[in-house]
């Protein structure tokens, strides 16, 4: 079936070591996100790519990185985790065509422990 | 800029009584509108969505929702709950316009739970 993989589904990081959160599908969409969900919050936008095209919100912070190597895979970098990014890390893909997009389809998410 | 308000955070219902989830957005051009479940440590699924056509929208698991463009509002239904609809249900907006318009932006969700 076509889907949004992520993996891991559950990751433990030390605080300060950083950690990679991989994103694959098989839908063969032009956009990737990725958010940052908090407990009983909504999903928050980190970045999203168009295709090799990256696009960062304003206030994400500079710890946080993203790789798009191809259609296929997304990774999210957190290059030194602190206590206050552990969250859930949800990815989606959408197609965009003619400037518009009818929806995103998301992977089942990583949970992102900091220790 | 667009923004979505969901205007309950917690609805309890009892099992078979109806609910109405609710949802207002605003925005200066025309949106396409999205609602999404979430289960407990599980990504969003999408339950329905209106893009054009009738402004009634059925959707999966029995919800549907209705456009309602001069209220600026998309409440989501349905009329028998049962305890397996204990999830987080989001909102959601994106703009139909040229440019950028990628961004899904969401409502701070509704917590739905269904007592026995």
């Known amino acids: 079936d076509a889907m949004v993989i992520q993996n891991p589904r559950y990751q433990v990081t030390q605080f300060g070591k950083p950690v990679t959160l991989s994103c694959s599908q098989t839908?063969?969409?032009?956009?990737m996100y990725w958010y940052q969900q908090k407990s009983s919050q909504a999903p928050k936008l980190l970045f999203h790519?168009?295709?090799?095209?990256?696009?960062n919100e304003a206030d994400t912070p500079d710890n946080f990185q993203s790789r798009r190597p191809n259609t296929s895979f997304c990774f999210l970098d957190i290059r030194s985790p602190g206590l206050g990014d552990a969250a859930m890390y949800l990815c989606?893909?959408?197609?965009?065509?003619?400037?518009?997009?009818?929806?995103?389809?998301f992977g089942q998410g990583t949970r992102l422990t900091v220790v | 800029a667009q923004s979505v308000t969901q205007l309950d955070s917690q609805v309890p219902v009892f099992e078979e009584a109806p609910v109405e989830l609710r949802c207002n957005y605003s925005?200066?051009?025309?949106?396409?509108l999205f609602w999404y479940v979430q289960y407990p440590n599980q990504g969003l699924q999408l339950l329905l969505k209106?893009?054009?056509?009738?402004?009634l929208v059925k959707g999966i698991n029995g919800f549907e929702a209705e456009f309602n463009k001069s209220q600026t509002s998309f409440h989501l239904r349905k009329p028998s709950v049962h305890i397996s609809d204990t999830a987080e249900y989001f909102c959601?907006?994106?703009?139909?316009?040229?440019?950028?318009?990628?961004?899904?932006?969401f409502g701070s969700g509704t917590q739905l739970t269904v007592l026995p």
């Open positions: 925005s200066s051009v025309s949106v396409y």
């Open positions: 790519y168009y295709d090799k095209d990256f696009n």
């Open positions: 209106y893009l054009s056509g009738s402004t």
């Open positions: 839908l063969n969409h032009n956009v």
């Open positions: 959601a907006v994106t703009l139909i316009s040229s440019g950028s318009a990628r961004q899904l932006t």
């Open positions: 989606a893909t959408s197609r965009e065509i003619g400037g518009k997009i009818r929806g995103a389809f």
